[in-house]
């Protein structure tokens, strides 16, 4: 079954880091570009950061706090969070995309045409 899986998310206070992880396990990811997504309650989902062949892409809410990253060979993606803030509080979802078929800013729209989407993971952050 080809799915991506989350994980790495859960509690933490302001000012602090997570790395989120996708596990693209079934999936030849070197021809794929990545995203990653966050939806808050109430809220629209927003793409948070992408990279599709090289070039990367980064909301202006997360620059400079949020590395996005990949390593092909282990079939990962990666979303490191860095002095985080409670408007970070959100679903984090990894997706990705046929890289040919999509810039790392058309990938972060998050209406665009995505292949596969994972099921989410949470980050609270809070005192």
């Known amino acids: 079954q080809l799915k991506l899986v989350e994980s790495g998310g859960g509690l933490v206070e302001p000012g602090g880091s997570l790395t989120l992880s996708c596990a693209a396990a079934?999936?030849?990811?070197?021809?794929?570009?990545i995203g990653w997504f966050r939806q808050a309650p109430g809220k629209d989902r927003e793409g948070v950061s992408c990279?599709?062949?090289?070039?990367?892409y980064y909301s202006d809410s997360v620059k400079g706090r949020f590395t996005i990253s990949r390593d092909n060979s282990k079939k990962m993606a990666y979303l490191e969070l860095n002095n985080l803030k409670p408007e970070d509080t959100a679903v984090y979802y990894c997706?990705?995309?046929?890289?040919?078929?999509?810039?790392?800013?058309?990938?972060?729209?998050?209406?665009?045409?995505?292949?596969?989407w994972g099921q989410g993971t949470q980050v609270t952050v809070s005192s």
């Open positions: 997706a990705i995309r046929l890289a040919a078929a999509t810039s790392a800013q058309d990938m972060c729209v998050p209406t665009s045409m995505k292949d596969y």
């Open positions: 079934r999936f030849a990811l070197e021809h794929y570009a």
């Open positions: 990279i599709s062949e090289g070039t990367t």
